[in-house]
């Protein structure tokens, strides 16, 4: 009784159909879309109609949902989805409505975003500056220590301390100039810290 309730393979083949998308077989019905009313009319372009249209797509439910949009809609497109049928008037509406209102917020967290860029952007760039000038400095000296010979002269060892005391100082004041920018002291971007190094070797600082 009950093996007469299943349905024969050439049954199968009627109520099942193959998706192009993801090409698994699946119930007919998965293929199916029936149409509000307005949806109805608007594609069919016929204004009396009273009952609801079906579509049969070629993908089915899931692949189809796939496909949607993660994005939010216009203004414009919410207008179209209403004049179609997709979105109730009143829904859409309100939609439109919520939009215009978000509009000056959007506008101003843009504008404050924006300035806050431009005020960090020389910030990050004097970082970046001051950071380039320490690595060089840290290069040079680390690069003359692995070179020193084993039997290095006077002058070599002066040299290399000549390179640690300079990589210091650069370490240093790029500490001191951060320190400065975050009390709130504004300068330019293009500080050379060989500059203050002589500077301060000369007693000017
Ligand atoms: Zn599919």
């Known amino acids: 009784m009950h093996s007469l309730l299943r349905s024969s393979p050439l049954e ?5 159909k193959l998706c192009t998308s993801c090409n698994e077989t699946k119930p007919k019905k998965e293929f199916h879309r029936i149409l509000t009313l ?8 016929k204004p009396n ?36 049928g997709d979105i109730h008037k009143d829904i859409g509406e309100n939609l439109i409505k ?27 760039e004097l970082k970046a500056n001051l950071q380039a000038q320490v690595t060089r400095y840290a290069t040079r000296y680390y690069s003359y220590k692995n070179h020193l010979p084993e039997d290095a002269t006077p002058n070599q060892n002066a040299l290399l301390l000549q390179h640690s005391y300079n990589y210091k100082e650069a370490q ?8 400065r920018v975050q009390a709130g002291e504004v300068m330019a971007v293009d500080v050379q810290i060989n500059e203050l190094i002589k500077r301060r070797k000369a007693g000017v600082v």
């Open 12 to 16: 199968e083949n009627f109520s099942s």
């Open 38 to 45: 307005a949806q109805s009319k608007a594609l069919l372009k």
């Open 49 to 84: 109609l009273t009952t609801r249209h079906t579509l049969y797509s070629t993908l089915c439910r899931s692949c189809r949902n796939q496909r949607k949009r993660r994005t939010p809609l216009s203004i414009k497109e919410i207008r179209t989805k209403i004049t179609t």
């Open 172 to 179: 240093r004041i790029r500490k001191d100039l951060m320190n």
């Open 98 to 124: 919520q939009k215009r209102e978000a509009i000056p917020k959007a506008r101003a967290r843009v504008m404050k975003e924006y300035w806050q860029k431009k005020k960090l952007g020389w910030q990050s």
